[in-house]
C-alpha cells in the first residue's frame, strides 16, 4: 500500500483509471452505434478502426518527445480536455452524421488519449523509488483491467437505459440514436474526472537514485 501513499503516483493512476474505463467502454458501444445508426457494414466498421492504431502510434512518438523536455503537464492537461470534448461531440451524432464525421472525432479521440496514457504512465513510475517500481506497474496494470470492464459495463447500461426500449429485440434508428447519446453523455461526465486529476499531476520528478556505497575502508575518514 505505500505506493498509494506517494500523490505523483496516485493522481495519475486515477486518470488511468478514467481513461481506461471511457476507452474500454467506448470500444464497446462505438461499434453499436456505427452499425444501428450510420449503417455501417461489419467490413466497413473493421476498416473504420484501423486509423485508430496509426494515430496511436504517431501521437506517441511525437508525444514523447515532448515529454522528455517539458514534462507530462503540456501534455496531459489539453490531451483531457480535448478527449472530453470528443464524448460531448459523439453524444450530438445521429442518424444524419456522416460515418466520416464520426471516423473524425474518433481519430481525434485517440490521438489525446495517447497523449496522455503513455506520458501518465510514465510520470506515475517515475514518482516510486526504484524497489516499488513492479508493485506500481502491477497496480497499474490491475487497475487497467478492472476500470476496463467496468467500462463496458457502465456505458452499455447507459446505452441500454438511453434505449428505453419495451423489450430486448433489435432497435430502431430513433431508439439507437437515443441510446448512443446517453451513452457517450455518460462517458462525456466521467471524462471530466480525467481533466481535474491532470491538474495534479506535477512536473516530471527526477529519477531516484540508490546512494552510493562507501569505498571498503572509509566509513571512518572524516573530511
Known amino acids: 500500500m505505500r505506493i498509494f501513499r506517494t500523490r505523483g503516483f496516485t493522481a495519475p493512476l486515477l486518470v488511468m483509471l478514467v481513461i481506461a474505463l471511457n476507452g474500454f467502454g467506448t470500444l464497446i458501444v462505438l461499434p453499436l452505434v456505427l452499425t444501428d445508426v450510420t449503417g455501417l457494414s461489419t467490413f466497413t ?13 504517431i501521437v506517441s512518438a511525437l508525444g514523447g518527445r515532448v515529454y522528455d523536455r517539458f514534462g507530462p503537464r503540456p501534455l496531459v492537461i489539453p490531451g483531457a480536455i480535448i478527449w472530453t470534448a470528443t464524448f460531448w461531440l459523439l453524444a450530438q451524432a445521429d442518424e444524419g ?19 496522455m496514457w503513455g506520458p501518465m504512465t510514465t510520470a506515475a513510475l517515475a514518482a516510486l523509488p526504484d524497489h516499488l517500481h513492479p508493485h506500481g506497474s502491477a497496480a497499474f496494470g490491475t487497475v487497467q483491467q478492472l476500470a476496463g470492464a467496468a467500462g463496458g459495463a457502465v456505458l452499455i447500461s447507459a446505452y441500454t437505459i438511453g434505449a ?24 462525456g461526465v466521467l471524462a471530466i474526472g480525467a481533466i481535474l486529476g491532470t491538474l495534479f499531476v506535477g512536473k516530471a520528478p527526477a529519477p531516484h537514485r540508490a546512494s552510493p556505497s562507501p569505498m571498503p575502508g572509509t566509513d571512518s575518514i572524516q573530511p
Open 45 to 57: 466498421l473493421g476498416l473504420f478502426l484501423v486509423p485508430g492504431g496509426a494515430v496511436i502510434s
Open 97 to 115: 452524421t456522416s460515418g466520416w464525421t464520426i471516423l473524425a472525432i474518433y481519430l481525434v479521440m485517440t490521438g489525446a488519449q495517447a497523449l
Open 164 to 187: 428505453n426500449a419495451p423489450d430486448a429485440g433489435a432497435l430502431n434508428v430513433a431508439a439507437s440514436v437515443s441510446a448512443s447519446q446517453t451513452a457517450f453523455a455518460t462517458a
